[in-house]
Nanobody, 124 residues
Framework: QVQLVESGGGLVQAGGSLRLSCACS????????MGWFRQAPGKEREFVAA????????DYEDSVKGRFTISRDNAKNTVYLQMNDLKPEDTAVYYC?????????????????WGQGTQVTVSS
């Protein structure tokens, strides 16, 4: 059974950094496109960043480009999201996603597995 477990969330001041981790158990990691989404209170879920299944293509939502970096370690079955220069508007629950399709659909329509989420709070 595939299970995604996120960690690394927390409270940080604006301008600070956090690194989120998502460990995938029960899966052959290299067979999945992996990504991150977030959902702020009262808002719809939003795409953040993703790797294609091949690992060659990376996609970022415009507001995080230059600040966030997604990476993956196939040997550890783990995907990371390094978040720098955090802003209060980055406050949300961050979810890891895995898709058997070639890429992660930005609307999350082709996601096969979701993590439980980790809270990121950025204070001003």
């Amino acid at each position: 059974q595939v299970q995604l477990v996120e960690s690394g969330g927390g409270l940080v001041q604006a301008g600070g950094s956090l690194r989120l981790s998502c460990a995938c158990s029960g899966c052959t990691f290299s067979r999945y496109a992996m990504g991150w989404f977030r959902q702020a209170p009262g808002k719809e879920r939003e795409f953040v960043a993703a790797f294609s299944r091949s690992g060659v293509s990376i996609d970022y939502e415009d507001s995080v480009k230059g600040r966030f970096t997604i990476s993956r370690d196939n040997a550890k079955n783990t995907v990371y999201l390094q978040m720098n220069d955090l802003k209060p508007e980055d406050t949300a629950v961050y979810y890891c996603a895995a898709a058997t399709s070639a890429v992660v659909n930005r609307r999350g329509e082709r996601v096969d597995y979701w993590g439980q989420g980790t809270q990121v709070t950025v204070s001003s």
